[in-house]
């Protein structure tokens, strides 16, 4: 038999919006759409990826900025960044078993001040970590966050 066959290739699958809750220190928490909030930088300090998940722990930072398109059509003159941070040590029968999450939005003229308010949701976070021990890393994270920030060009 000669001839053709036709096939169909299916359609895929419309790609749905991926959102995110991120908790904020000392208001409501924001929900946005991860695709207009890309990742400008992130850093974090943990445990090794050896160790068994009952007794790990990690301390993160990340460091989101809209997209213009975004907060030009909501007449904000500089956009918004969002800071935040996690901690979590996973060990239940430790009693300094904990998760904690902070967080800051910054609109137009804070923007300008993201380091200060990048230490600042360090503190936060670091005051709320009931293990002394852990509270040090805080800092670490931080300084990997920090170094994965787009250089600076006006110092």
């Known amino acids: 038999m000669h001839g053709t066959i036709a096939t169909t ?8 919006d991926k959102y995110r809750t991120v908790t904020l220190t000392n208001r409501a928490p924001i929900r946005i759409k991860e695709d207009e909030w890309p990742v400008s930088a992130e850093g974090g300090w943990g445990s090794s990826p050896d160790t068994p998940d009952e007794w790990s722990w990690e301390i993160k930072f990340v460091v989101r900025r809209e997209k213009e398109e975004n907060y030009r059509i909501r ?11 996690f901690y979590v040590k996973n060990d239940e029968n430790d009693d300094k078993y904990q998760r904690v999450r902070v ?17 600042q949701v360090a503190e936060e976070l670091r005051e709320r ?8 890393f805080v800092t670490l994270a931080l300084d990997n966050c920090f170094a994965n920030l787009k250089p600076s060009e006006n110092g």
């Open 9 to 16: 290739t299916p359609e895929k699958p419309p790609v749905e």
């Open 75 to 85: 007449y904000r003159k500089y956009g918004r960044i969002l800071i935040y941070a």
């Open 103 to 119: 967080g800051r939005l910054l609109d137009d003229e804070a923007v300008f001040h993201l380091w200060k308010n990048m230490v």
């Open 129 to 136: 970590i009931i293990d002394e021990k852990m509270r040090g």
